[in-house]
């Protein structure tokens, strides 16, 4: 588990593509290393990777091919900026929110604009991820925990203080960027605890339907 607060930006030292997977080698830059261990997790943008191999600069991780698939991380090239945390732990603040590290889907920059000191993005979220982003609750943007300021449809704005944009990687990207999305966990298990009994079926999804709220006692009507 991590909190999208981003303990150092780092870079991608190497990608060795291994048939259908590849193993990442990570600089680290300026994120403390002195305390990980092989097996530990750290997120990389989002991502949570397990580290197989410690280097003096950082460490190295094996990706499958169904990260590679459901990321931004095959797109990655080397010396690519990533954003960097690593797990939490009973000690660690709760800073941003819960983030388990399994990203839900790619987002796409649709817009950014200059506020003041600030900047605001317009991003656009995959159909399926829509019904779990609400105003003012919380998103994971490439690993980082930020607060939804509106929603229109499967777009949603975000507005990222001066700080943030210094200490990640948010501060380089422009329209047409693809960023790794993470929605609230609680939403996730909400949507699928609602399903009750029904969620053991086959071909149950667990998705919200009319159907699903009617059997739940909810009346439109009321």
Do not use: W
Not at 48 to 65: H, K, P, R, W
Not at 100 to 126: K, L, N, Y
Request: some cysteine.
């Amino acid at each position: 588990m991590f909190t999208g607060i981003i303990q150092a930006v780092g870079n991608i030292a190497s990608l060795d593509r291994r048939g259908g997977d590849m193993r990442l080698g990570i600089d680290c830059g300026s994120l403390p290393m002195a305390d990980v261990n092989l097996g530990d997790s750290i997120a990389v943008s989002g991502v949570c990777l397990t580290v197989i191999e410690t280097t003096a600069q950082g460490f190295y991780a094996d990706v499958s091919g169904e990260t590679l698939r459901c990321t931004i991380i095959g797109s990655l090239a080397v010396n690519d900026a990533v954003n960097l945390e690593k797990a939490l732990t009973l000690k660690t603040p709760l800073g941003g929110h819960l983030v388990s590290g399994h990203v839900d889907g790619f987002g796409t920059i649709t817009a950014r604009r200059e506020d003041s000191r600030s900047v605001q993005f317009s991003v656009q979220a995959p159909d399926e991820l829509a019904r779990y982003i609400a105003t003012k609750g919380s998103v994971c943007v490439d690993g980082v925990s930020l607060t939804v300021n509106a929603v229109d449809g499967a777009v949603f704005e975000l507005n990222i203080v001066p700080h943030t944009l210094a200490e990640t990687t948010l501060q380089d990207y422009q329209a047409g960027r693809q960023v790794n999305l993470e929605v609230d966990l609680v939403a996730r298990y909400l949507e699928r605890l609602l399903a009750g009994d029904a969620a053991a079926q086959p071909g149950n999804s667990g998705r919200i339907t009319r159907e699903l709220l009617a059997a739940c006692g909810f009346n439109a009507k009321t």
